[in-house]
């Protein structure tokens, strides 16, 4: 008999000893043989990934000539450490319990640097540094932008001391960002209120431009150009966050983009301004070649990859995985950290095939590996789920929110593996709340009306609907918008149980010859396949089938008003919409990571023979014809819509969505023919606008839950004066629907504020407490 991976695996990898082990480290010295080395891991709080990395720096510094450490953390939080292992003056932190709110890594996640583990790292450089010279001294420095408000203050701090002149100017020119440094998201939403925050992305650019302009003068003035070169990197971090900020509220492809390109252009600048190799510590979402991944499939890039494209084979990359233990993360932004159970993992997992080499640790060096052996380079080449977790942890809903797919072989050159892990030691378990942002007024003209808009993303929790998208939801969903359709088989699941309903079905029970018997996602799966062996359906294809009716079973559907059922046609419409047109939107978004499910897996599955074989009543309307894998069917985008909401609030609705939204919403006697929109009709989406409240919370970490509050006589006043600058004064005016969204993405801040109300129109309902979604 052939053995299998795993088997392979444990012939092929190197057993590691225990991380405290005087000889662990030398293990990894075939990393030194590359000038780059990119080290992973699969989480933000796991001791072993950070303690591992620790000793394998240690090694490279030591005995291969490394002296650059650079880490997924903002540019001046790590300076402060670089100053104290470096004796460099300026700002210092060993990285003390008990810190000022203002020292470094206060902000969430405290626990991703401020650990036991870092902590000992950091006193092990300022020893190693104390018999070194100052040329050979390892360095420690910050390859992330999050840090928009501390590094413009470090840019002025540093002008004072070099050119005071020069410093007001920069003060100048950085106040458009003031009220925005203790919650820069804030800001996103702002610059797309008005054009006139063009001038400030003018501004930051300029302060760069007189700084490099200035570069032998300045260097010259402090005997050395290291300040210079940390003045010019919090610069251009200014520029750059400026634009991540602005980038989230229209691509999140794009923002993932800017990050990692940031990241990768902090990395070669220092490999030019530092000796020795260079050693960086990031997670496996950075590191891992996004080529090899679901990311790719998204249009987005990472750092992994953009060392490979430009270094080749001077790069390392080495990937971290374990099988099961605890992990340090939080439930929620900005919640305190907790100590969690990390669920074991997944049967289809490159985790578990790990796992089940039976071995406690190893090192598996792939591309030595794969020269030597055909069977498992290939085989490592294969697409499996990978889990990934960030700081954020949702056990729960683990398969959407934390796996993905990627051919490991190809994703990392070397994979570190420890079955079970411990959670990192936090030098403080409690978390400070990110500050409350300032309240902002805006100085320019018409926007300053619109300020108050910008409350939107901070209000309320979810309430209430308003009175006219309630009495749409009634409609369209069985007469109760918080209602759970009743679901009736044409089995014996019927007649046995004509109560149940649709969680009944999807979550606990099918129907068979004998009666009722258990539905999960594993019988599930063997029934699809059992009972269609003819077909090609991959793994992926089946698990996002179960997730689509699971979700739509826990959510208001469309009714079959003869039989008082739920409208299966309406039902089988949404699935296959969701798989092709929306196959984004049943995942969730953990910081800046986005699971997404792949539609190229759903094309090869036969709808008909699945939704007949699980006892759906034969549907009389044909199968929807695709084109370029997207339906036209204006019906059936709202048989989505009403259930889904929107992930991405750039996802534009095209005019005639809008013209189904208005014929739903709105007096159908207002819509004329011809897809053209009465002035009453504008003004009632105008007023739902200026009404509408969104909450920080999302329900399930993607969906943006709102609420409608009453219109005041300045709403009124408002609402009059944006509806004549879309139609005019004359009563009877009319638009086309194109027209209206041409008028919204022009008109300074309807356009975000539309794409929110569209999503808070069509939020599902949340679901009963008995029904539990994924």
């Not at 626990?111 to 420690?140: C, I």
């Not at 994703?411 to 079970?420: G, S, V």
């Not at 088989?489 to 009666?515: C, E, L, W, Y």
């Not at 027209?739 to 069509?762: K, R």
């Amino acid at each position: 008999m052939r053995p299998g991976l795993s088997e392979i695996i444990r012939a092929t990898a190197t057993s590691l000893p225990p991380i405290t082990d005087k000889s662990f480290a030398s293990h990894f010295d075939f990393l030194s043989r590359h000038h780059l080395v990119l080290l992973g891991d699969s989480s933000h709080g796991t001791s072993e990934f950070y303690h591992a990395r620790a000793e394998i720096t240690k090694r490279l510094i030591e005995h291969h000539g490394f002296t650059t450490v650079a880490l997924e953390a903002d540019w001046p939080d790590a300076e402060c450490i670089d100053r104290y292992i470096r004796e460099r003056p300026g700002p210092k932190t060993e990285l003390k319990e008990h810190e000022p709110p203002d020292a470094p890594f206060e902000r969430f996640p405290t626990w991703m640097w401020r650990n036991k583990e870092v902590q000992d790292f950091t006193h092990w450089l300022r020893d190693y540094n104390t018999s070194q010279l100052s040329p050979d001294r390892a360095g420690v420095f910050g390859l992330d932008l999050y840090s928009m408000g501390s590094s413009l203050n470090a840019v002025v701090k540093y002008l004072d001391s070099v050119d005071p002149v020069l410093a007001e100017t920069a003060r100048r020119r950085y106040a458009c960002l003031d009220p925005w440094v203790d919650d820069p998201s804030e800001y996103g939403i702002a610059s797309m209120m008005s054009p006139a925050f063009k001038s400030c992305e003018e501004n930051i650019s300029s302060v760069l431009m007189d700084l490099l302009k200035r570069r032998l003068e300045y260097a010259a003035a402090r005997g050395d150009g290291e300040e210079f070169h940390s003045a010019e990197q919090n610069a251009r971090l200014v520029v750059d966050a400026e634009r991540y900020y602005r980038s989230m509220f229209y691509a999140d492809d794009k923002s993932w983009n800017l990050r990692d390109r940031h990241m990768f252009d902090t990395l070669n600048r220092l490999t030019k301004f530092r000796r020795g190799g260079v050693v960086v510590w990031a997670h496996n979402s950075h590191l891992g070649d996004a080529r090899y991944t679901d990311m790719s499939r998204r249009g987005e890039l990472n750092l992994g990859q953009l060392c490979r494209e430009k270094w080749g084979p001077g790069v390392a990359i080495l990937g971290c995985g374990s099988h099961d233990g605890t992990v340090a993360a939080a439930h929620s932004w900005d919640g305190d950290m907790q100590t969690m159970n990390v669920v074991p993992s997944r049967e289809d997992s490159w985790e578990r095939v790990a796992h089940n080499t039976g071995m406690a640790s190893f090192v598996l060096n792939i591309r030595e590996a794969g020269l030597h052996d055909e069977r498992l380079k290939r085989a490592l080449e294969e697409q499996k789920l990978e889990r990934f977790i960030g700081v954020i942890y949702k056990p729960e809903t683990e398969r959407q929110s934390h796996y993905s797919r990627a051919a490991l072989g190809k994703q990392f050159d070397a994979w570190l593996w420890f079955d079970r892990t411990e959670a990192v030691k936090p030098l403080e378990k409690r978390q400070l709340k990110t500050p409350a942002g300032l309240e902002e007024t805006y100085p320019f003209g018409f926007i300053a009306m619109l300020a108050a808009l910008v409350s939107i993303v901070n209000d309320v929790a979810l309430g209430p609907q308003n009175r006219k998208v309630k009495k749409y939801l009634d409609s369209a969903t069985c007469g109760r918008s918080e209602s759970i359709c009743k679901l009736h088989f044409i089995s014996t699941a019927s007649k046995a149980h004509p109560s149940r309903n649709a969680s009944f079905v999807f979550s606990s029970g099918k129907a068979t010859a004998h009666g009722i018997s258990d539905w999960n996602e594993e019988s599930f799966t063997r029934h699809v396949r059992s009972t269609h062996s003819e077909a090609s359906i991959s793994s992926a294809a089946l698990q996002f089938l179960w997730r689509s009716f699971h979700f739509y079973a826990h959510h208001p559907f469309p009714q079959d008003s003869q039989h008082g059922q739920v409208d299966f046609d309406a039902f089988q419409r949404a699935v296959l919409l969701t798989a092709f047109q929306c196959d984004g939107l049943l995942g969730t978004r953990e910081l800046d990571w986005f699971w997404r499910n792949d539609a190229a897996f759903f094309r090869r599955a036969s709808f008909e023979l699945i939704f007949r074989s699980i006892g759906v009543p034969e549907t009389t309307t044909p199968l929807l014809k695709q084109k370029n894998g997207m339906t036209s069917a204006l019906s059936d985008a709202m048989d989505v819509l009403v259930m889904v909401v929107p992930q991405f609030m750039h996802a534009a609705p095209s005019p005639e969505q809008l013209e189904v939204v208005a014929r739903n919403l709105f007096d159908r006697e207002a819509i004329l023919t011809q897809r053209e929109v009465r002035r009453e009709v504008v003004s009632t989406l105008m007023d739902l606008l200026l009404r509408m409240r969104l909450s920080k919370e999302k329900w399930g970490s993607a969906y943006h839950l709102g609420d409608f509050v009453d219109a005041s006589p300045a709403d009124k006043e408002l609402t009059e004066a944006l509806v004549n600058s879309l139609t005019g004064d004359g009563s009877e005016q009319i638009v086309t629907s194109d027209q209206l969204l041409l008028e919204i993405d022009t008109l300074p801040n309807l356009q975000v504020t539309f794409y929110q109300l569209w999503a808070v129109l069509f939020q599902p309902a949340a679901p009963t407490a008995e029904a539990k979604l994924f």
